[in-house]
């Protein structure tokens, strides 16, 4: 008996600080539990996202979009809203993003005009590296350098020699200044040294219908629209822009295959959202971006607009903003071209 009264003796002392113990343990998990509960990322998404293109309807940011779009609602569990914000080359819905609260309930599809933007305009209201985030790299779209086929250039090799013969005389069309178009144009003009006349459209159809007629000589377009032309042999295709060849054509070489060193250039479609948006919400978009990239119905729309699914991280596609930004600031700077 003396052992257990000695044994109850020295609980019934301990039982004050196990007692509090146990309550410091509860504080903790009560702490972390409400922690968790008021963090920024718990419970996202609550109600439905608004899906920010920059452009107008119908075209090639629009349709990819809204490919993510009828998939990344059901992924989040709440509708994912594509609103379209057309204005100044996507400076208008682009900047409307930056400006939001970065909750998670404002995203934007991003393309290559923007990096273009950063140097272009002289004056913006956003900054592309400071007030808004990467979330995921979309896609890419090769662009295609096409003649009219009165032009006697058979490769890119024959072209920069007729070009270089005939300085000043060949027009090269675009859909407009400032688009990737026509700084991919500006782009061969810097890396060839040839000399050619800008002629700037208000949109890629109206340069295509006078590429056809022969109104002017070559365009560096984005290949969708002009692959039904390449095919009935309307114009005729020398290289694709990008680094690698397009695997609709595969027959088909890149400019830098060509000859021209070091030419790449695409149209690249990102989801970005506002600066200070949670880690947390940027990791989930790029996870389920990335996922409905690999899914076969949505591999097979891309396709139908000559767009190559970009799976990666944040950080890849910051990587790349970076590089595309700093590559078309030194082609404005060459080029002369500004916006005020």
Known sequence: MPSVQLFACRVTRGLPQLIAAVALVGIAIDANAQ??????????PSKAIRYIVPFPPGGATDILARSVADKLGPALGQPVVVENKPGA???????????ATPDGYTILMVTVA???SDSLYAKLGYSLTRDLVPVALVALVPNVMVVNPSVPAHTVKEFISYAKANPGKINFASSGSGTSIHMSGELFKMLTGVDMVHVPYKGSALALTDLISGQVSVMFDNLP???PHIRSGKLRALAV????????LPDLPTLSEAGVTGYESSAWFGVMAPANTPPEIVARLNNEVNRIMTLPDVKERFDQQGAIPSPGTPEDFAAHIQ?????WAAVVKASGAKVE
């Not at 080359?89 to 400006?99: C, L, P, Q, S, Y």
């Not at 822009?241 to 609709?248: E, L, N, S, W």
């Open 35 to 44: 922690a968790t509960a008021t963090s920024p990322g718990h419970g996202w």
């Open 89 to 99: 080359a996507g400076n208008v819905g682009t900047e409307f993003v930056a400006r």
């Open 114 to 116: 923007q990096s273009i």
């Open 225 to 227: 629209p002009s692959m």
């Open 241 to 248: 822009t990008t680094a690698k060849r397009y695997p609709g």
């Open 323 to 327: 590089s595309e930004i700093a590559k």
